[in-house]
């Protein structure tokens, strides 16, 4: 699985810390963007796919891979003082619509008794092996 590391820096507002994660994603360091930022009570997760640390695609099929996604986004969540029962929002791109039944299958087996606003799309993925990217954004109560 996914391996987080935390870090901390003031933000303009000097009453709030911003802490992000890193995972063991290929792109991040490329890229130049973290797994997940928390400002405040505020969690935003990054464009998520069933990727490894080797960038090998992690399940065969959509709903496979969108369980994977959605426990890495977890781990994220877990790592910045959330948790799934705090998403408020999910953002998925499909690679292709034929995913959709098996991706709901998976997204609701995880947000089912908290279920957050969500938006599903089509796009073409940075792979052809990764069949869904999930993105999330989460709201942690404050105390």
């Excluded at 998925?92 to 998976?106: E, G, N, V």
Aim: proline residues 4%.
């Amino acid at each position: 699985m996914t391996t987080f590391e935390q870090v901390s820096t003031p933000t303009a507002n000097s009453n709030t810390k911003r802490e992000t994660v890193f995972s063991s994603s290929l792109w991040e360091p490329q890229m130049g963007y973290a797994r997940g930022v928390r400002v405040g009570n505020q969690i935003f997760i990054a464009g998520t796919v069933a990727s490894d640390g080797e960038g090998r695609a992690q399940g065969e099929d959509a709903y496979q891979q969108t369980d994977f996604i959605i426990r890495k986004i977890q781990g994220a969540l877990q790592d910045l003082g959330g948790d799934l029962e705090h998403v408020v929002s999910t953002v998925t791109h499909l690679s292709d619509f034929s995913h959709f039944d098996a991706y709901c299958q998976a997204h609701k087996e995880h947000f089912g008794e908290v279920p957050p606003v969500n938006t599903t799309v089509q796009a073409q993925m940075v792979r052809p092996h990764f069949l869904v990217e999930v993105t999330a954004t989460a709201i942690v109560p404050e105390g």
